[in-house]
């Protein structure tokens, strides 16, 4: 008996020690300034006023509401990390729940899917950043383990309303949070369905969701009634149509970026849908919910056709999937010994190798940190500078990141007559200026970056040549 206890609290010291290296890769990525959508999100979050605006006022896709509550929390110009607390925290717990449901099947299964999540790079990066994504992904971890348990027969009581309250949460975080439901709920559907038949299914789902279907619907009622309720509506900061171009990159970075080989790219189309197959023939568990989110999602997308599929942040939901099947087909191939233990390593190993790398660049990069360019404006102009920004979507991150530093910044309404400093952003693949003309001046480029990763800001500034 007190070998075991000993064991347990070894595990939890260990399970505890990855979640702090997840909380120092996390803390470590979040120093830098907002980019574009996190200081859009602060700037939206400070004009709304109050928590009651938040709901009200705002109704546009980039409100994150839980987010924006923080952010109004924390106030406009708090310290980037500050700013992106809620996401660093809730990304950290998500190590510790992402433990605990891999140790109902084995105690080191439980320590590798910890790892899996505390150095995935698309973790490391969503809970990092001021956004809603991870705080959604903690609750819809939540969910999964509730429901893992409840499919067992380990739970002493339904976790309905413990559901429910994880899907509320989830989806005013982000409304991806609807896509992880559809998975759910066909997970248990087809679980019930194998051991009750048709009938036995369709009453212990409905026992089971209803309460999450009314908090989901709860939800969109406040969204959508908010969004009748102004002239303009609900609306969309950008707009994609869907293009197979789109969707294909979209697949492919969010699979390299959560399993650390972003550089195989278009491969990993190929390769996840094996892997669930092999999953299947190892005997890996929740294979409905696997199969769902990993293969169904992404087929019904295909169909669907929606905007905005371009970003591998829309498919989390296939990534925490992934990151719960992986590690269980490594542990499985780990205890099966002799070639298959040391493909398991290699792959254990290849996956924390390439996570890392992508881990210490974003931590090196920042996002294109846009802290460097008020750094550089107080350098060359200590008491204040006056900015002309080229394109409205680089205002967000200019105004925030001075905010942050107490810079006092004036942003020029008009590039003539001709203000000292010039500031142009651009999108990826865009190219910029080399010495741009304004009002007669001709410009110099006297900082810039350029992030890498999966999200960030691309930015040039510039001052008028004497």
């Known amino acids: 008996m007190m070998g075991e ?11 505890g020690v990855i979640a702090a290296v997840g909380f120092g890769l996390r803390l470590a990525g979040a120093l830098g300034g907002l980019w574009l959508d996190e200081a859009a999100s602060a700037i939206q979050a400070r004009d709304a006023g109050t928590a009651m605006g938040v709901f009200l006022q705002i109704n546009h896709d980039n409100n994150h509401h839980l987010n924006s509550l923080w952010m109004q929390a924390v106030g406009f110009g708090a310290a980037p990390p500050l700013a992106r607390a809620l996401s660093i925290a809730t990304g950290t717990a998500m190590i510790l729940v992402a433990g605990v449901l891999g140790a109902r099947r084995a105690p080191l299964l439980g320590l590798i899917t910890a790892i899996a999540f505390a150095l995935s790079p698309i973790l490391v990066t969503l809970g990092s950043e001021a956004r809603g994504y991870a705080p959604m992904a903690f609750a819809m971890l939540v969910a999964i383990l509730l429901t893992d348990r409840w499919l067992a027969g380990d739970a002493e009581r339904s976790p309905a ?27 248990v559907f087809l679980a019930l369905w194998q051991r009750k038949g048709l009938r036995g299914a369709l009453a212990g789902s409905a026992k089971l969701l209803a309460p999450s279907v009314v908090a989901l619907l709860l939800v969109a009622a406040i969204i959508w009634g908010a969004a009748m309720g102004t002239p303009r509506g609900f609306t969309f900061g950008a707009w994609s149509p869907f293009t197979w171009t789109q969707y294909l990159q979209g697949l492919s970075d969010m699979a390299g970026y959560t399993l650390g080989v972003p550089a195989l790219g278009i491969a990993w189309l190929a390769i996840v849908p094996a892997l669930v197959i092999v999953a299947r023939c190892m005997g890996a568990s929740r294979f409905w919910f696997s199969a769902l989110a990993i293969l169904a999602f992404p087929a019904a997308i295909a169909l669907l056709h929606p905007g905005n599929v371009v970003f591998a942040r829309y498919y989390l939901l296939v990534s925490l999937a992934l990151l719960l099947l992986v590690p269980e087909i490594a542990w499985i191939g780990l205890i099966a010994g002799g070639w298959k233990r040391w493909a398991a390593a290699s792959g254990l190993a290849a996956f924390a190798v390439g996570s890392l790398a992508c881990d210490i660049d974003l931590i090196r990069n920042q996002r294109g940190d846009p802290g460097a360019a008020i750094r550089a404006l107080q350098a060359r102009a200590p008491a204040g500078a006056r900015v002309f920004i080229e394109r409205e979507q680089g205002l967000p991150i200019l105004v925030y990141a001075a905010a942050a530093a107490r810079f006092p910044l004036a942003i020029a309404k008009a590039d003539c007559p001709a203000p000292r400093f010039l500031f142009i952003d651009r999108f990826e693949g865009q190219d910029f200026p080399a010495t741009p003309v304004r009002c007669g001046s001709r410009y110099v480029p006297i900082a810039q970056a350029r992030a890498r990763g999966l999200s960030g800001s691309h930015w040039t500034l510039y001052e008028v040549r004497p």
């Open 5 to 15: 206890i000993m064991e347990r609290r070894r595990w939890w010291l260990w399970l």
């Open 161 to 187: 309303t413990a559901l429910a309250l994880c899907f509320f949460l989830g989806a005013f975080s982000q409304l991806i949070m609807v896509f992880g439901f559809c998975a759910l709920a066909g997970w």
